[in-house]
């Protein structure tokens, strides 16, 4: 489904990607561990189209197509989601105004007519409620403006809630755990739990095992500067929580 | 260049189409005595009383004699020689729209006049170049005693009223655009609520430009008698010329003690109005007036809706929203003097600028030497849509009460790559995304009108956005 090949990335012309290769299939998920600094986050951004970064080198395929010629709406229409890290904070859009808007853009495929609608008002509301409670959220929030004066620990369940009602092909999930509490981590790994018979492929970057115990993956990737170098299932989760990441740096230096 | 060509071409279907022209008398080409002259016998049979037609006169010498304001923005290509002040539309003053020639109806039922109020007004004047057309109050409000009409039946039949306030809150020698207007003024409304009557819904006014070349003078007094409540809405539009327009209003609101008045503009002149209004309010002891001014039009605005403070507890609040783009300037903000104690303001400016637009806050704070405990915040947001734009803040405060609290602020924006990529990672076009963010920059406006208003503001944004990306 996404294939990521000899992939290179720079920022201002510092290469932060240095030849990753990837495959992430349907209903499977891929967690990507690593120190910080290591490109995780760049990754993840990379995949989504963020202007910032600029391909070197190498392929991302999704379902066959080239995604580096695609601009991140007409990724997320393929099916592509990612939940930020920092997610951004828009003054006067209502959480419920933005994501019905999302939500018919998405699903309205290649109709040229973008402002068409595929959801009724009423059915949307329906709809984002049922994943509100999902995500034990007061359904005031999604009247609320867009992140605006969410805590850290919202906003993040936002991403999640945001995630469960346009539904995707693959989540792209970026520290979607840190700085949230461990009843919160719990909450969000539910919430992505929730779509994982969806045949939903998660790519789950993190910092810390601990996600892991609610999330589990299929398989472990281990990124350090640049380069994921070590790969294995959810015991390297469990040996990087033991050991940290200095025996698997000191293999390859 | 294409763009702006859609743009146009896009105000031109929804706003600025043109209806056949039936004018019955006009002002020769130009301004002098004799202009004033003809509109004074223009006014009805017998024409306007003496009394007006010397303040028209004196206003005259004044806008003469004074020289053309050398701030703001740029006045040099209004040349008052090539205007027609005066346009008189062949139809009488109707009160049931079936009676309105078809094609002035016509076009006030594309701008979806009559449907508006048939939903959600207690009433309705519609102005068609010089003169008022069409003007119906609600009866119910009509026998509580609420006088909703033009300038000239309020002159006629309410004159004890209209001659104790009228010129009183703007003066004909305030300033060279206010001269002007009271030199020859015609339409507007003139509105009177009695003590302690709530008006719940809003009263309308619509002003249509339709000929070319013409400058439109409306001129609009209201009097809030003590406790009562009204909300006035006025909007604005005209047909795309490529000979520029004039527009001079002069608004004078007068709020008794206890009175509450809330003034609602939503301008959307076509891009070759000048824009030049003076808008001001008197507020006594508790009184509260609102000014809600939203300015998407024009090619020039200068305008500083403004309020005298003049008893204790009595409150100012002042939300200017402004979009310019290619070729626009919106100079615009607020003005309040703080002339009793206890009186507190508050002004909001909101502005975004694009495709080389410009828009400036400039607002004045004045506090009196006797004027204790005032309170008074001010607020500027600008948010700039490309490196061509330009925003500017002219704050000016004369605080003269050390008692005084007081505080600014003032942001200007840039839609950053983050925001953008984040509601396009969801979906959203770059266009749908741009919109979306500036929407909801003028959502503190927009949550302020009535819905069906704010319906319409949001569709006047998302046209001026069209074309954003490319």
């Known amino acids: ?253 | 260049m294409k763009q702006t060509l859609d743009i146009n071409k896009e105000y031109e279907e929804k706003y600025g189409f043109k209806v056949k022209d039936s004018r019955v008398a006009e002002t020769k080409l130009g301004l002098s005595t004799r202009t004033v002259d003809e509109i004074s016998d223009f006014k009805g049979e017998k024409g306007e009383y003496e009394w007006i037609h010397q303040f028209r006169l004196k206003a005259l010498e004044h806008f003469f004699a004074r020289p053309m304001p050398a701030w703001g923005g740029d006045l040099s290509k209004i040349n008052f020689d090539d205007i027609i002040y005066y346009i008189k539309p062949g139809t009488k003053m109707r009160e049931d729209w079936n009676d309105v020639p078809p094609e002035v109806k016509n076009t006030f039922d594309r701008l979806g006049i009559p449907e508006a109020e048939k939903k959600f007004l207690s009433g309705v004047g519609a102005q068609f170049d010089s003169e008022v057309v069409y003007h119906k109050l609600k009866e119910k409000l009509e026998k509580q005693g609420v006088i909703f009409v033009d300038p000239d039946t309020g002159l006629q039949k309410y004159p004890h009223i209209f001659k104790k306030y009228f010129g009183t809150v703007v003066p004909s020698d305030d300033n060279k655009f206010a001269s002007l207007n009271s030199a020859v003024f015609s339409g507007g409304s003139f509105i009177y609520i009695p003590k302690g009557v709530h008006v719940d819904m809003p009263l309308q006014a619509y002003f249509r430009i339709n000929a070319e070349g013409i400058g439109q003078f409306e001129r609009t007094l209201i009097i809030a008698d003590e406790g009562s409540k009204v909300h006035y809405i006025e909007g604005c539009t005209a047909p795309v010329y490529s000979k520029s327009s004039l527009h001079s209003a002069v608004v004078e609101i007068v709020a008794l003690p206890g009175a509450h008045i809330r003034y609602t503009t939503l301008q959307n002149w076509s891009k070759n109005v000048f824009n030049l209004v003076t808008k001001r309010a008197h507020a006594f002891e508790g009184a509260i007036v609102e000014w809600v001014d939203a300015n998407i039009g024009s090619c020039l605005t200068m305008k500083y809706p403004s309020v005298y403070l003049k008893g204790r507890n009595a409150r100012a609040d002042i939300l200017s929203v402004a979009f310019a783009g290619d070729g626009q300037h919106q100079d615009a903000g607020g003005k309040v003097y703080h002339l009793a104690p206890d009186t507190t303001s508050r002004i909001t400016s909101k502005s975004v600028s694009k495709d080389g637009g410009r828009t400036s806050y400039r607002g004045l704070l004045f506090v009196a030497k006797n004027a204790t405990n005032v309170k008074s915040s001010v607020r500027c947001d600008a948010l700039l849509l490309d490196e061509i734009s330009k925003t500017d803040t002219y704050p000016y405060n004369q605080i003269n009460n050390e008692t005084a609290t007081i505080t600014h602020e003032a942001t200007v924006g840039k839609i950053g790559d983050d925001q953008l990529f984040y509601l396009m990672s969801r979906g959203l076009t770059e266009e749908q995304a741009l919109n979306m963010v500036v929407v909801g920059f003028f959502e503190a406006f927009a949550k302020e009108i009535p819905l069906e208003y704010a319906i319409e503001f949001n569709k006047l944004i998302q046209l001026e956005m069209t074309g954003s990306v490319g």
Request: charged share 25%; aromatic share 6%.
């Open chain 1, 1 to 253: 489904m996404l294939e990521i090949k000899d992939l290179h990335v720079s920022i201002d012309g510092k290469e932060i990607i240095k030849g990753v290769n990837l495959k992430v299939e349907k209903g499977k998920i891929h967690a990507i561990m690593g120190p910080n600094g290591s490109g995780k986050s760049t990754l993840a951004n990379v995949l989504m189209g963020h202007p910032k970064y600029k391909v070197e080198k190498g392929s991302i395929t999704f379902d066959g197509k080239n995604v580096l010629v695609m601009t991140p709406d007409q990724r997320a229409k393929a099916g592509m989601f990612l939940a930020f890290q920092y997610p951004v904070e828009v003054a006067g859009v209502s959480l419920f105004n933005f994501l019905r808007a999302a939500y018919n853009s998405i699903n309205n495929g290649h109709a040229k007519n973008i402002e068409k609608e595929v959801i009724s008002v009423l059915d949307f509301q329906k709809l984002l409620k049922e994943k509100v409670k999902l995500l034990q959220m007061d359904e005031s929030f999604i009247y609320r403006h867009l992140n605006e004066g969410f805590s850290g620990g919202e906003k993040k369940r936002v991403e999640i809630l945001q995630l469960a009602v346009l539904n995707p092909k693959i989540a792209i999930l970026d520290e979607t755990d840190s700085g949230l509490d461990i009843d919160s981590v719990k909450i969000v790994a539910n919430g992505v739990n929730d779509l994982k018979g969806t045949d939903m492929g998660v790519l789950l970057i993190t910092h810390y095992q601990r996600i892991l115990k609610y999330i589990k993956p299929d398989y472990v990737h281990v990124m350090i500067n640049g380069k994921i170098v070590k790969s294995g299932g959810e015991d390297l989760a469990e040996q990087l929580e033991q050991k940290g990441y200095d025996w698997i740096k000191e293999g390859i230096e």
